[in-house]
């Protein structure tokens, strides 16, 4: 092979190997991020269950 495609060659490689420890980070971060509002909207459907939204509004009130 030509020493500049060559040379070429192994700069694509390893800018897709970037490319895909990037994306695999991204992965992991929208995994988490899933994760966490999963806990979140879990914990909101708790808290309604003990206090109605109606009866959170009416408190306000007072």
């Known amino acids: ?3 500049s495609l060559d040379a ?3 700069f694509l490689q390893r800018a897709l190997s970037h ?3 990037g ?3 991204i992965r992991a ?3 988490d991020i899933f994760s966490r509002l999963a ?3 879990a914990h909101v459907k708790d808290l309604d269950k003990k ?3 109606a ?3 009416n408190r306000w009130k007072e």
């Open 8 to 10: 070429q060659m192994q």
């Open 39 to 41: 806990a979140m909207e």
């Open 1 to 3: 092979m030509h020493p």
């Open 29 to 31: 971060n929208l995994a």
């Open 19 to 21: 490319q895909d420890a």
């Open 51 to 53: 206090e109605p939204v």
């Open 55 to 57: 009866l959170k509004k």
């Open 23 to 25: 994306n695999e980070r």
